[in-house]
């Protein structure tokens, strides 16, 4: 559903193989270099899980929703300065939770989780993709930045997950942040999760103000959705 009525360009071909080709690399790197080894099945099976979920968000927005892809892909104007603090921060702790968890649970084995725990954590891993992806199918305007998209015709989506909470998409988050060290079977990497998941809560209030003082018709739709993260709690 293009509000602009017509397919925005993206990103051209060998930009995107390029990227693609280095977030694999650093992704095997974050992950395997800290193990020291390759023999970490959890490993392997949340990079499929991840790489398949990237993939299939991308074969559907192009074909579904390319206005969506190009927001979320390309470098945004009018990003809030706070955000993007956080961004960086967030960065930093997301790319440290692997690596934590190599040197916890393959290296060192400092710790160790039973299996049925990260079976638990995939579960968690599966359900927050699922989330993720009835956010963006429903919200148009799911930007990975905090900004109004006056280009976009931003407006306030009230249907799908939206109608319960109003940051779904913080939710799955979290939720990966909680998920990710169950399944790769390290107790230390909660740290890092930890504060991942302490940034995203700051995030929902600065953003959900942000939204109140600047979207047209968001006041009216929080004083219907009463709660931002957590239904019946907050």
Request: proline share 6%; with cysteine.
């Amino acid at each position: 559903m293009n509000t602009e009525g017509k397919k925005p360009p993206l990103l051209p071909r060998k930009a995107l193989v390029l990227r693609t080709v280095a977030g694999i690399g650093l992704l095997l790197f974050v992950f395997f270099v800290p193990a020291g080894s390759f023999r970490w099945p959890q490993a392997w099976v949340f990079l499929a899980l991840y790489v398949s979920g990237v993939a299939w968000f991308f074969i559907w927005t192009k074909k579904r929703d390319p206005g969506l892809l190009k927001e979320r892909m390309s470098a945004q104007k009018n990003v809030k300065a706070w955000d993007k603090k956080i961004l960086r921060v967030y960065s930093v702790f997301l790319a440290a939770l692997p690596i934590v968890a190599g040197l916890d649970a393959v290296r060192f084995r400092w710790s160790r989780l039973p299996f049925g725990l990260n079976v638990l954590g995939f579960a968690g891993l599966v359900l927050t993709n699922l989330l993720a992806f009835w956010a963006t199918k429903v919200n148009t305007f799911a930007s990975a930045v905090v900004r109004i998209q006056t280009d976009r015709g931003h407006r306030v989506c009230s249907t799908g997950p939206y109608a319960h909470v109003r940051h779904p998409m913080y939710i799955a988050a979290i939720l990966m942040a909680v998920s990710l060290p169950l399944a790769l079977g390290s107790r230390y990497s909660f740290i890092p999760a930890a504060v991942i998941a302490g940034l995203f809560i700051l995030r929902t209030v600065l953003e959900d103000n942000t939204l109140k003082e600047e979207l047209p018709g968001y006041k009216e739709y929080a004083k219907k959705v009463r709660f931002r993260l957590i239904p019946g709690l907050w």
